[in-house]
């Protein structure tokens, strides 16, 4: 077997490992294995492209790859639970810049004139769209690192302006078609700059997980357009995978919540707050707020207990404090589970990762469509740190901006404990009935704090 035949089998073997690291990657308890497949997948494949005949430059190659190690093997160690979705936008951004400079950098080292039409095209794209999913990923991660404010940003003639912007990057790209010129890609590559700052800016709010999920199959497209560009199968076939999975993703997280794409993208969903109490300011209404020591003996003695966990939990690093009052209370012999909301915290599968790290037992954790019968059996639903995703209004409240997102049914359950900081509403701005409901308890303080007074009030009874 010759070297090029068994290099064109090592980038299929790599091919496979991927469409099984997807397949691992879809349950929490193949997530690990899935991961570990993926990167040894990748592992082949940069392995066998040193091994490409005619290949130079390699300590160029070598140092790119070392420079990429220091920098992202202590970030993934290092990075903190709460801040994942912060890294996963970093990260996806980084992903879209490399492919945007390959497509330019195959651009300048060819001759222009001898490019065929659709080799110019799939520069474009992997340009435009790996440009768009850099500078998006940028304004993604300043907003959930909060160097910016989280809220949409809104201007007046902001889609006259990015309609503008879209239509002034596809007439020049069809005039780079006609006539191609290096200076003529490059200022594609700046509007499609501007137009990923712009396509964010009005995004943010509960539209956050959404957001970073489409923006995971922008850079896998531009990926798969790099592949198309260096003549790489595994490259198409790696972004093909990456953007297919992020588009599905991103169309499962919009019916989570019960929205369509376009409306996610372009309502400037959350810009406005409408809640009236902030800040434990109730207005004429009132709230029913309890002790560690009630709450703990409501806890100790039911049969069925379902913690409902959300940014709130992240937040406080709470997760290990919830899994220590979960089992202490089955020690008593009360059945706990977990409800994970598809769209709770800032990024798919956000809950999901922090009860894992936390060694939450797989089969606790139930997602929308399984918990939701259980409310009606539940004696307590615990809500640590959600606000939005069990928020009644989705369900009675036509005029509400979250109307017709499906929601966990908490208002089912016999009693209903809420574990919050402040009266403060949720990323939707708005505010929850559910928290005046006469059979709710609010416990208010850090989710870490209050679940800590909680293990510590079980443990006396």
């Not at 492209?49 to 093997?73: E, N």
């Amino acid at each position: 077997m010759s070297l090029d035949t068994g290099i064109r089998l090592a980038y299929l073997v790599a091919a496979v490992c991927f469409i099984l690291a997807l397949k691992g990657l879809s349950g929490p308890k193949t997530a690990r294995i899935g991961n570990l497949v993926g990167a040894g997948g990748m592992l082949l494949a940069v392995g066998m492209t040193f091994a490409t005949p005619g290949l130079s430059r390699f300590p160029l190659m070598a140092g790119a790859i070392a420079i990429g190690a220091v920098l992202g093997f202590p970030a993934a160690r290092l990075v903190k639970m709460t801040a994942i979705p912060q890294m996963v936008a970093a990260f996806n951004g980084v992903g879209g810049g490399a492919a945007a400079l390959i497509a330019l950098a195959e651009f300048n080292k060819s001759d222009p004139h001898q490019l065929a039409v659709y080799q110019v095209v799939e520069v474009l794209f992997g340009v435009v769209v790996g440009c768009i999913s850099f500078a998006g990923s940028v304004v993604a991660f300043a907003k959930l690192q909060e160097l910016m404010t989280g809220r949409p940003v809104t201007y007046p003639g902001q889609q006259v302006l990015n309609a503008v912007v879209g239509g002034g990057i596809l007439g020049l790209a069809i005039a780079a078609c006609i006539s191609p010129h290096g200076w003529l890609i490059a200022v594609i590559g700046v509007l499609a700059l501007f137009f990923g700052i712009a396509f964010v800016l009005p995004i943010g709010g509960a539209d956050v997980p959404v957001l970073i999920s489409l923006l995971n199959s922008f850079t896998g497209l531009a990926v798969a357009a790099s592949g198309f560009v260096l003549h790489s199968v595994v490259l198409v076939v790696a972004g093909t995978l990456v953007g297919a999975s992020g588009t599905l993703l991103t169309r499962m997280m919009s019916s989570a919540m019960g929205r369509s794409l376009p409306n996610i993208l372009f309502s400037a969903f959350g810009s406005v707050v409408t809640a009236t109490t902030t800040d434990g300011e109730l207005g004429d209404r009132t709230v029913r707020s309890g002790s560690a020591d009630d709450i703990a003996v409501l806890l100790a003695y039911s049969q069925k207990v379902m913690i409902v966990p959300g940014y709130g939990l992240a937040v406080a690093q709470a997760q290990h404090v919830a899994r220590e009052l979960a089992e202490l209370l089955e020690s008593r012999g009360v059945e706990v589970v977990y409800a994970i909301h598809p769209v709770a915290g800032r990024m798919p599968g956000h809950m999901n990762v922090l009860l894992a790290e936390a060694n939450v037992p797989y089969e606790q954790l139930k997602g929308m469509e399984e918990a939701n019968p259980g409310f009606q059996t539940a004696d307590v639903a615990l809500v640590v740190g959600a606000n939005d995703v069990v928020n009644p209004a989705a369900k009675n409240s036509p005029g509400s901006p979250i109307y017709g997102m499906p929601i966990l049914a908490v208002d089912e359950a016999k009693n209903i404990v809420f574990l919050k900081r402040s009266m403060r509403p949720g990323f939707a701005g708005i505010d929850n009935e559910l928290l005046f409901d006469p059979k709710t308890t609010m416990l208010f303080g850090d989710a870490k704090d209050s679940l800590t007074k909680l293990v510590a009030a079980v443990k006396q009874l």
